[in-house]
């Protein structure tokens, strides 16, 4: 009887110590792995999960996590535990970070537009979605008509309330420093041409973004500014090209002037180093010397103004089919058109990491003939500043691609949605997860 009163003791001990360790050890995971049970996996692929009752609700930081997860002290616990799973660090082995030269954090980025006539809305919402997904600062370069400035002014100073340290703009008006500037300006587009200028305007810019107002950023600017550091000695401006397929290309059919490589390139996100552009002199087919690139722009529109269709892009075609080895080309997903998924998919980098900068021309955003880029347009333009991104842009976004599906663009939802849902998650982990841990 003694041997088994002892037998028993033993075995209460031991349950009540498995009990205490289990108990203690549910409190211990860092408050990454808490924050993230906070909401479910996200549906963004395949139109089976796209309908309503599928959306999943998504639950921002509550005091719950204030009790659930104690701050890990680093002098207690050393370093702290990696993260895993979809927020690890995917780079390859070998794999340089983005940012190893200059172009580090605490630079301002800028960005140019130009806009004229009825661009306003269009411009704003370009703006406002290079701001809601970049961390670092951003100065806006605004190029436009008169009778426009007021109201992007009124416009951007209210947005300075949402984003008070983290943008700046300038606002310009529309200028030609060579040639007739009434042919400069009815050039293509009303003010397209002002972009071939900007090397010549803004003299104290070494690098910057260029983009049409038809351009939405589906994650960070940084992430595009980083390919200035991937520049070779030579390179000094990036475009992607005009189409992945050279034979059913525009260029490649009907274009009557020298064009780069065997497609063309796309200027509608154009990366330039102007400060290489102002020190360079470019081979061309005007005179046997080489020319600076304001001395260049006028005699080659003259040369070439009977056989361009597209305007400024075709003259910068024609001054990197002489020049090749002065241009970086983006992948396509870095400037995302129709042309890429109407007639069927074709931009591979696309469908692996979803689009990253998406350009809606031939004005898709403000007609029915491809509602897949309609929908992401009215998405982030009717976004109200300070709402759950998830809520009032993603899961409204996932809905509109129901009445995409008689569209081929529309029936690859995950190539619009990848990327953005990414970029939101980390947007949320920036902006929620690392607030929690400075305030516990």
């Known amino acids: 009887m003694k041997l088994y009163c002892k037998i028993v003791t033993v075995a209460l001990c031991f349950g009540v110590v498995l009990l205490l360790y289990l108990f203690v050890s549910s409190g211990d995971e860092p408050p990454y792995k808490v924050a993230k049970e906070g909401y479910e996996p996200l549906v963004s692929s395949g139109l089976e999960k796209l309908s309503s009752t599928n959306l999943v609700y998504f639950r921002p930081a509550e005091s719950q996590f204030w009790r659930k997860t104690p701050r890990l002290s680093r002098k207690k616990h050393g370093k702290l535990p990696s993260r895993r799973g979809k927020f690890a660090d995917t780079r390859k082995h070998g794999e340089q970070r983005m940012y190893t ?50 109201q992007f002014e009124s416009n951007l100073q209210k947005w ?20 007739n500037p009434q042919e400069w300006k009815k050039l293509f587009k ?24 038809d351009v939405l950023f589906l994650r960070p600017v940084e992430d595009i500014w980083s390919f200035l550091n991937r520049f070779n000695s030579t390179q000094l401006a990036a475009m992607a090209p005009e189409h992945e397929i050279p034979k059913i290309g525009w260029y490649s059919r009907f274009a009557r002037h020298p064009f780069y490589g065997a497609a063309g390139v796309n200027s509608g996100v154009m990366l330039m180093n102007l400060t290489r552009i102002r020190n360079t002199q470019f081979k061309n087919n005007l005179i046997p010397a080489n020319l600076t690139w304001e001395e260049m722009l006028y005699p080659l529109y003259q040369k070439y103004k009977n056989y361009i269709t597209w305007g400024d892009q075709d003259l910068l075609n024609i001054i990197f089919y002489f020049n090749p080895e002065l241009l970086y080309i983006f992948p396509c997903h870095w400037n995302y058109r129709p042309d890429h998924c109407m007639y069927g998919s074709n931009c591979k980098g696309a469908e692996e990491e979803g689009v990253s900068v998406l350009h809606g021309n031939r004005g898709v955003y403000h007609d029915d003939k491809q509602p897949a880029f309609k929908a992401v347009y009215e998405a982030i333009r009717d976004y109200p500043f300070e709402e759950n991104l998830f809520q009032s842009m993603f899961y409204p976004l996932q809905s509109k691609f129901l009445n995409a599906v008689h569209t081929l663009c529309g029936r690859i939802p995950q190539v619009f949605l990848k990327q953005i849902e990414h970029t939101m998650r980390k947007v949320y982990e920036r902006n929620v997860i690392v607030h929690i841990g400075h305030v516990i």
């Open 160 to 179: 300075y309330h949402y984003y008070p340290p983290s943008f700046q703009f300038h606002i310009y008006p529309i200028t030609f420093s060579a040639g």
């Open 190 to 213: 009303p003010c397209a041409a002002q972009r071939l200028f900007l090397p010549v305007i803004l003299r104290d810019v070494d690098s910057l973004l260029y983009v049409d107002t």
């Open 101 to 150: 030269k200059d172009r580090t954090i605490g630079e301002w980025m800028h960005l140019a537009v130009v806009a004229c006539g009825t661009r306003l809305e269009e411009t704003l919402t370009m703006l406002k979605s290079a701001l809601l997904f970049s961390s670092r600062k951003i100065i806006f370069h605004i190029f436009a008509e008169d009778s426009l400035k007021s």
